[in-house]
């Protein structure tokens, strides 16, 4: 199942900064590791903005949730998820 999802970050402005860029070094290397096992399969930037567009290859929804609410980031973001299907008149294959 493919969900697009949106995370706002806001990190506490009182949070010390090692301790912002421990947590951004630890969700980093967990986006990795869901990266490169393809259930994280699109990230993206939204310009200008402390946001991303992401795009995740899940069994069910539980498991976006397991995976969601254990990122580093979780207890700072705000999260918007959308299920996907695929449109009959798509022309690309369900992998890209
Ligand atoms: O910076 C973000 O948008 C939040 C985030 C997701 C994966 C990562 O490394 O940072």
Do not use: C
Not at 81 to 88: C, E, G, Q, W
């Amino acid at each position: 199942m493919l969900f697009h999802v949106r995370m706002d970050v806001a990190l506490p402005h009182a949070m010390p900064a090692d301790q912002a860029a421990e947590l951004k070094r630890v969700e980093k290397a967990r986006a990795a590791e869901l990266q490169q096992a393809g259930t994280w399969r699109h990230l993206w930037r939204i310009a200008g903005q402390y946001s991303n567009f992401s795009v995740f290859d899940v069994a069910s929804t539980d498991e976006l949730h397991d995976l969601l609410s254990t990122l580093p980031l979780f207890p700072y973001m705000r999260i918007e998820v959308t299920p996907l299907v695929r449109h009959p008149s798509s022309i690309r294959n369900a992998d890209f």
